[in-house]
């Protein structure tokens, strides 16, 4: 096996499992912007929650599964379009999901029991796995869990345009722009001229006419979407992380003068929220209302938009949808490799390490981890059974955690269930609602 063959699962079940246990599945799906990740990243370590699931009551298997990703698994061209090689790491996810249920069962798990999840990228991931394929997700899951991402929002791109372009520069820096074929010229190079190549830019999931043949809002309205249980959710402060948009956006007036009413040059009304007058002026002027923007439409909006949908369908295709909002800072108030200056507040990726139960590891001491207070790890006990319990039996109550908020189905009320420490609670989903509703009315033109 070369450093190369990175395609591969790895699997946590609890000691003395027998092949005939027939045990629910989780598969997680990392995270990284589409351009970075991996299963052996320690901060997605699944020990944690197979252990708590065993102690429960409730145990799992849980899978993590790696996919190419950067130009490795995103790159894309007319050349690649004709050549049926678009949207590389989707497939890769795909392929993972397919060996999982033919093989599952051998470690003990069900294959009519798989819940998959990811965050960020991994959310979207698997919000393109509920839409993808017309709908068709072939009984590969019954259940998605999706932190702070959807199968709405501003990664689906074109092949035409900046797409052929990237492509154009790294066949040119690659040496391959003279040879008559192209992508088989870059098939053939050495690691470390793609790798050099590829890492100016950033590309994610296109159009490919067949994983994704259309845009996910357009599956949405023609009811072409995998039924499954969903678990779905955000954080707060999401805008504060650094996915804004770059550059110059080719963005009509009407668009511009609704999103400046809407967003006003106001810091009380800017994000990280609740934070007053202060504009954080390290980071630019219109921090604040840049980031408000941005976390609505890159994550909050496709929540909302997504819960209403699954909570919409028929009484005989509807599945238990919950959602949730995470509003609790980092214990010290920052977040490497993923937001700007502190206070980052509830930012993007926030809640992983409370999912995961994350502690300091000899290699990443103190690095995104839960910290030294004993109520951040009750609230990381409460977040991460909850999941379990999902997970277990398509409802995140039956976690044993006396005290705690029941968490209510979503159709029930349109309510989210507010992880904070020391004081979780439920509220009606109505934040930020005409700001998301917007987002909404125009998805067809900002082709999401």
């Not at 604040?288 to 923007?293: C, E, L, V, W």
């Not at 990443?364 to 004993?374: A, C, D, E, T």
């Amino acid at each position: 096996m070369s450093d190369l063959d990175c395609l591969t699962v790895d699997i946590v079940r609890p000691a003395g499992v027998r092949a005939d246990a027939e045990l629910p599945v989780y598969v997680w799906i990392y995270g990284g912007g589409f351009t970075a990740g991996g299963s052996a990243d320690p901060r997605y370590n699944t020990s944690y929650l197979v252990n708590a699931s065993v102690s429960i009551g409730k145990p799992i298997i849980a899978v993590s599964v790696n996919y190419r990703v950067g130009g490795w698994g995103f790159l894309a061209s007319k050349e690649m379009q004709e050549d049926g090689s678009l949207n590389i790491g989707l497939f890769d996810q795909r392929l993972a999901l397919r060996w999982i249920q033919e093989n599952i069962q051998g470690f003990g798990g069900d294959s009519r029991k798989i819940t998959i999840a990811g965050e960020s990228a991994g959310a979207f991931s698997v919000g393109y796995h509920l839409v993808g394929f017309g709908g068709d997700n072939e009984n590969l899951f019954r259940a998605a869990i999706m932190q702070s991402g959807s199968a709405l929002g501003p990664a689906i791109q074109r092949v035409a345009g900046d797409y052929q372009d990237i492509y154009n520069n790294v066949t040119e820096t690659a040496g391959c722009s003279r040879h008559k074929d192209t992508l088989q010229c870059l098939r053939h190079a050495k690691y470390e001229t793609l790798f050099k190549a590829f890492a100016p830019f950033v590309v994610t999931p296109v159009l490919d006419g067949k994983f994704l043949a259309q845009l996910p809002s357009v599956s949405f309205k023609k009811n072409q979407v995998a039924k499954a249980a969903i678990l779905i959710g955000s954080n707060t402060n999401e805008g504060t992380a650094t996915f804004g948009p770059r550059g110059t956006l080719n963005t009509d007036k009407d668009t511009v003068r609704n999103l400046m009413r809407l967003y006003p040059d106001d810091p009380a009304q800017g994000c990280p929220f609740n934070t007053g007058e202060e504009r954080f002026e390290q980071n630019g002027k219109q921090y604040k209302r840049g980031a408000a923007i941005a976390g609505d439409y890159v994550i909050h909006a496709g929540r909302r938009a997504t819960t209403q949908y699954f909570t919409s369908l028929s009484h005989r295709h509807r599945q238990p949808v919950y959602s949730y909002r995470f509003d609790h800072a980092p214990w010290d108030d920052k977040e490497e490799l993923v937001a700007t200056e502190a206070p980052v507040s509830s930012t993007h990726y926030t809640e992983i390490c409370f999912v995961f139960n994350q502690e300091p590891s000899a290699s990443r001491k103190n690095s995104n981890w839960i910290g030294p207070h004993p109520e951040y790890s009750e609230l990381s006990k409460l977040m991460s059974r909850s999941f379990i319990s999902f997970i277990h039996d398509l409802d995140p109550n039956h976690h044993g955690i006396k005290g705690a908020p029941r968490w209510p189905e979503y159709r029930q009320g349109h309510e989210n269930f507010v992880f904070k420490v020391n004081n979780s609670w439920v509220e009606k989903d109505d934040w930020r609602k005409p700001q998301l509703q917007y987002w909404e009315k125009i998805w067809s033109k900002l082709e999401t």
